[in-house]
């Protein structure tokens, strides 16, 4: 079985920054095609922050584009999010995601995260 385990979350200050990491866990995981974080705030519906390909390609949300980074180490199968200048408006639940999980034996369409919250505020 898989898992996904992040951490880094917690309180900044407007204009801070903070660093998500997510690991995912098993045995015998041969690849996984993307990983990223979405997020979700009180009484919103889950949105994308931002997600990265096995072959580097990247997707960002308008919201936080040039403000957050996404990388991943995939020989550790790990995806990382960098995230900059933040703002009130950036508190939520950040979920880590993985999707096309290949272990032997099995194949995973989409695997989340417990997620973790990042609050901003003064």
């Known amino acids: 079985q898989v898992q996904l385990v992040e951490s880094g979350g917690g309180l900044v200050q407007p204009g801070g920054s903070l660093t998500l990491s997510c690991a995912a866990s098993?045995?015998?995981?041969?690849?996984?095609?993307?990983m990223g974080w979405y997020r979700q705030a009180p009484g919103k519906q889950r949105e994308l922050v931002a997600t990265?390909?096995?072959?580097?390609?990247?997707d960002y949300g308008d919201s936080v584009k040039g403000r957050f980074t996404v990388s991943r180490d995939n020989a550790k199968n790990t995806v990382y999010l960098q995230m900059n200048s933040l703002k009130p408006e950036d508190t939520a639940v950040y979920y880590c995601?993985?999707?096309?999980?290949?272990?032997?034996?099995?194949?995973?369409?989409?695997?989340w995260g417990q997620g973790t919250q990042v609050t901003v505020s003064s």
């Open positions: 995601n993985a999707q096309s999980v290949v272990t032997t034996p099995t194949r995973y369409d989409e695997l």
């Open positions: 098993g045995r015998s995981i041969f690849s996984i095609y993307i």
């Open positions: 990265m390909a096995y072959g580097g390609t990247t």
